[in-house]
């Protein structure tokens, strides 16, 4: 799909109306594609849609949630604002769950939701809401356009906002007398991404103060990586033979496959890795903002002042300083920053090789299995994908103790090999497997689902089996809310009560969708089961799901519910 100048001097040499305006610019900014659910209240846009079908995929969803965390994981592949279209009222409220996740996961992303015209506004018209309001606590921007001739400008500025210093959701209301009217108005061309980059005598303090370091850890996260900013922080890594963490649910930052990697840091976390964060006397954190997930509490990096040296690089300045005191805070994007790693070069052999070993060979021995109970082991299960999938395609999650095994067992490999909301939103799993495979139509794209966590968005199957997208699902069926009856049994120990449900047959449920659909009760069933699923999603273009029955007790890798309980009532006694 290719952008025609002549059409774009045609369409600004003519009135137009503000759904053709704003569908133009979203064009000319290289959308290529958006998520929806349509409404009245944006029907201009909608018809603008005809006049780009050439290079703007509409994606018709099931409900708005699930259309903003398809735009959302969007944002997070690409970094480019991933782009929705809502109607008011329910529309927006529904959308609010993936702009929420856009905020705290740092993700560029345009949320348009239409608007009671101006000249009903502030009578408590039909679904009338103040978006400034309800969107202005978690957002970068938002804003009303009450003029039609100003559309250009601000969908331009909301791109600008979106993917500039530390990224995330803008929020645009669109009064439906501003769509229906008319201007003779030029779009605006896109302007290139800044990007910000550390001072040369910040770089050479950094690896002063490396140098000096007796157990140094770098720590990767937040968004916006490019392939060659990887690449670069990685051969840093190496060059220096520093042990590399991701921060919480920042799994793609870094290849896991390299001997260099030692874990993944925060809730959960194996306890040689949290002794050697602890322990560290140099933290090199970049691109994360390193918060509650990722610091355990703020209890290995204490806030605000941490026992560790810290250098700090993030792209955006309010945040250096805001939580976490730093010894060096460079304000630079982590592309910046990435591309100037190369001047880099140690001037003595590493002091810390054993220790990073030693590292590295903890992790590796987290990839074994635990023991767990029941026929079926989860365990066994993510090793076993981890296994089959060799670095391959994307795995997704959305929130809840079933995403603690893929987390520890899969070994990630590096950029849109995982997709995971760092603010633990439910629902998020499908509809962030179906952007990815919308975008990686070759690659596997896996979703590990808790039975709760999928029925929040499983009528997003319908986006799969209208678009032929190969997405594969594995269903936690254990009939509750597993993480809430952990935290209920450590808290209140045996008065569980209000946390259990019963389910659908989700093996059946999927042949209403044309899928495949497969039960798995023991260990030896689900390698077969697994790769047949893969088989079918890629040669039919449909999705398929594996149903996981287990036993409930086994709560989390090497956790029980019942020694969670045993544990809090023998401290009451």
Known sequence: MSHSSDHCQNDNARQRNGGQILMQQLRDQGVRRLFMVAGESYLPCIDALN?????????????????AYMAEAYGKMTGEPGICFVTRGPGATNASVGVHTAFQDSTPMILFIGQVGNDFVEREAFQEIDYRRMFGEMSKWVA????????????????????????GPVVLALPEDVLWGTAEVANIAPSPRLESYPGAAQM???????EAAERPFLLIGGSG???????????????????????????????QRDS??????????????????????????????????????????????????LIHIYPDPEELGRVYRADLAINASVNGFASMLADLVPEQASRWSAQRKQARQAYLDTLEPLPAPGALSLDRVSHTVNQVLEGRGCITVGAGNYALYPHRYVQFAGATSSL??????????????????????????????????????????????????????????????????????RDFPGREIALTFQNPEFARLIEAYGGQGTVVTEDAQFES??????????????????????????????????EIRDKALAAQA
């Not at 964060?277 to 290995?300: F, H, Q």
């Not at 009939?479 to 935290?487: D, K, P, V």
């Open 144 to 167: 009303q356009i009450d003029s039609t001739d100003r559309i250009p400008e601000y969908v331009a500025r909301a791109w600008k906002i979106a993917t500039s210093g530390r990224p």
């Open 420 to 489: 995971a909301s760092t603010v633990g939103t439910m629902g998020y799993g499908l509809p962030a497997a179906i952007s990815y495979k919308f975008e990686h139509p070759d690659q596997p794209a896996v979703c590990f689902a808790g039975d709760g966590c999928f029925q929040m968005n499983m009528q997003e199957l319908g986006v799969a089996l209208q678009y032929r997208l190969g997405v594969v699902v594995l269903v936690f069926n254990n009939g509750m809310w597993g993480t809430i009856r952990a935290h209920q049994e």
């Open 204 to 210: 050479q303090d950094l690896q002063r103060r490396l």
């Open 529 to 562: 089961a697994f790769r047949k699923a893969l088989d079918f999603a890629n040669e039919h273009q449909l999705p398929a799901i594996i149903e996981l029955r287990y036993d409930s007790n086994g709560i989390a890798p090497g956790a029980l519910l019942s």
């Open 51 to 67: 006049e780009h079908t050439d290079s703007i995929q509409a994606i018709t969803c099931r409900q708005e949630s699930g259309a």
């Open 225 to 255: 990586w490019s392939a060659d900013a990887m690449a670069d922080m990685q051969a840093f890594a190496q060059r220096f033979d520093l042990p590399v963490g991701v921060s919480w649910r920042r799994l793609e930052c870094y290849d």
């Open 260 to 309: 260099q990697f030692v874990g993944h840091v925060g809730w959960a976390m194996h306890e040689e890795l949290r002794q050697q964060l602890s322990n560290s006397d140099l933290v090199i954190a970049v691109g994360t903002r390193m918060g509650e997930p990722t610091s355990e509490g703020y209890t290995w990096l204490a806030s605000p002042q941490p026992r560790q040296s």
